[in-house]
Every structure is written in C-alpha cells, then in structure tokens.
C-alpha cells in the first residue's frame, strides 16, 4: 500500500454509496455513528456524532470520506474523477 497514490479531497457519498451497495443516508448515518469509519461529520466546526442530529433545523452538515480509509475498509480506490472507478 506504499505506493498507493490517493485522491486529494473527499470521496463523494454518492460513490461511497454505490461501493456499499447501500443508500447515501446509510452511509452518512454510519459515518455520524462511528461504525462506518471512513470520514468525519461536522456541522458549524463541530463533529456530530449523533444520528439525532441529522435534522436540517439544525443546518448542514458536511461529510469527509478519507479515500485512505475507503481503500482500507473496501479496496476501493477513488482517483478523483466525478463517476468514481469500478463501482
């Protein structure tokens, strides 16, 4: 894995989604709930670790999906291209 070069930025949900075979909300609950450990959740600068946070009343929350740990987790790896690669 040494000479794996990874994407700059974060993985899309939308393609996280599709490498699960699940649904976006699937995967940002995972990530919000810690047992899907591929990125972070923030809203206002803080971490939300809650799924009952999800509420927009509440504002936006932001996600970033480390292509690192999505390799690491799935073996899927993210060049940065909008469509994704092999999904």
Do not use: H
């Not at 709930?33 to 929350?61: E, F, H, M, Y």
């Not at 790896?77 to 999904?87: F, H, T």
């Amino acid at each position: 894995m040494n000479d794996v070069e990874f994407a700059t930025g974060s993985v899309p949900i939308s393609i996280v989604a599709k490498v699960y075979g699940k649904d976006a909300y699937w995967v940002r609950a995972g990530i919000i709930a810690g047992w899907l450990p591929i990125g972070i959740a923030t809203r206002n600068g803080k971490q939300v670790t809650d799924v009952k946070d999800i509420s927009s009343k509440k504002g936006r929350i932001n996600f970033y999906v480390s292509p690192k740990k999505l390799y690491e987790e799935t073996g899927y790896l993210y060049g940065g291209e909008a469509n994704g690669n092999k999904c």
